[in-house]
């Protein structure tokens, strides 16, 4: 792990890991933890835990539930359900993103049903009664026979946004007090170099999966790449780690030998590509996995989301790429790439880790374990328990120790 102060600009950043990476490379080491971890299997399938983490970090966290591009003009709007909480995004006229628990003010219906589209008004399917983008309540169908209410006082409930680096963060909780930029910890300086503001979603997809967690230590964890996947892309992968932290989010890359094809260049000639390369989680839910090839510059975002019980799990993946495919050529190697990684991710992690899940609660007392190689997988978990414990007025703290 490296040191946390000063971490520079952006580019500074991915330079100064990139020449951290090199004589990673060049000595043939990586970073050890001082000790192997254990943490008790129950956490992974115990009802009461599982709500813990419901509340105190999918309730209480800021989440990332779009990219930018996905509300890209004013009107646009997205709708999902998170950790049981059904959410409306949308961008108003000023450029602004919002955020709504969707539901409506006169009996609580759910407000908009379609997944996504363009829009200045929303009406209720149920009376109609209709909201603005801001979320005021602008019209009562029947105002006279309904009766008087304070129409400003029944607008949609309003929630905590933040968009940074082409992304957009929403909290649950509209009385979480958390700070946006706390809670990143800098980490949005280093993502800005994707450009993902100028990006497209190309497409999106659910898999079905494990315990959140279960799905969560496998996007930081190399060690298993040329053992699970041999037989899909896995074959000649790394299995070494290098963990980067900003507070609770990791890059996680490989010792990469490539890399060294730079080191003769002057640092500004560098190219941003070379430098990303790798996979970008961001607490406690999303990975971003970099990768060229398959139609131009792409990265695979999965958005993980606790199913409706402790033993499953929900993540879109979304494709999304620099350039929208111009030709067939491009979109059909678009479309083999998002392919194969969902049957990656489908067949070989999920399947793994719903099998695991299983055989994990037959063994009560099981401990299951984090290397000295998978200093990842140890920080998220450690900082995870801290989280559980810490109450609202301490979260600033938390952040900055891990800072
Ligand atoms: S519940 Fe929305 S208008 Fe009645
Ligand atoms: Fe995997």
């Known amino acids: 792990m490296r040191e946390a102060q000063n971490k520079g600009t952006g580019r500074e950043q991915l330079i100064e890991m990139a020449r951290h990476n090199m004589r990673c490379v060049q000595e043939q080491r990586i970073e050890q933890t001082a000790d192997v971890l254990r943490v008790p299997g129950r956490r992974y399938y115990d009802e009461a835990r599982w709500r813990l983490e419901i509340d105190r970090v999918f309730r209480r966290m800021p989440l990332m539930l779009a990219m930018s591009c996905e509300l890209k003009d004013p009107g646009d ?16 006229q000023n450029g ?65 946004v933040g968009e940074r680096a082409g992304m957009i963060w929403v909290t649950l909780n509209p009385d979480s007090t958390l700070d946006i930029d706390t809670f990143l910890c ?47 892309f896995g074959a000649d992968m790394p299995c070494q780690a290098l963990y980067y932290p900003w507070g609770p989010h990791q890059r996680v890359a490989s010792p990469d030998p490539r890399l060294l094809g730079l080191a003769d260049r002057p640092e500004s000639e560098w190219p941003t590509e070379a430098l990303l390369q790798s996979v970008w989680t961001i607490f406690p839910h999303v990975s971003i996995a970099s990768f060229d090839g398959g139609g131009g510059r792409a990265v695979m975002v999965s958005q993980l989301f606790p199913g409706d019980t402790p033993t499953s799990s929900r993540t879109v ?87």
């Open 317 to 403: 993946q979304n494709y999304v790429m620099e350039k929208l495919p111009e030709s067939d050529e491009v979109r059909e190697a678009a479309d083999a790439q998002f392919k194969m990684l969902e049957y990656v991710v489908r067949e070989e992690d999920y399947a793994t880790g719903i099998l695991q899940q299983r055989a994990l609660m037959t063994r009560p007392d099981a401990e299951v374990m984090f290397g000295r190689n998978e200093g990842g997988g140890q920080h998220f978990h450690t900082f995870l328990d801290e989280l559980i414990d810490c109450p609202d007025e301490a979260l600033p703290a938390l952040f900055k120790r891990f800072a």
């Open 186 to 232: 800098g980490y949005d300086e280093v993502l800005e170099a994707f450009s993902f503001a100028d990006w497209a979603l190309y497409d999106a997809r659910t898999v079905e999966g494990p315990n959140w967690k279960i799905a969560y230590d496998g996007y930081m964890d190399l060690y298993h790449l040329p053992i699970l996947h041999r037989n899909t």
């Open 96 to 160: 602004e993103a919002r955020a709504y628990i969707n539901s409506c003010s006169h009996r609580g219906a759910v407000v908009v049903r379609e997944e996504r589209g363009n829009r200045r008004r929303f009406s209720c399917p149920y009376h109609a009664w209709t909201y603005d983008q801001g979320g005021n309540l602008v019209a009562i169908f029947q105002e006279r026979d309904f009766g008087e209410i304070d129409k400003s006082c029944h607008g949609l409930t309003s929630l905590p």
């Open 77 to 92: 709007f997205k709708t999902l359900e998170v950790a049981g909480v059904p959410v409306l995004m949308l961008r108003d």
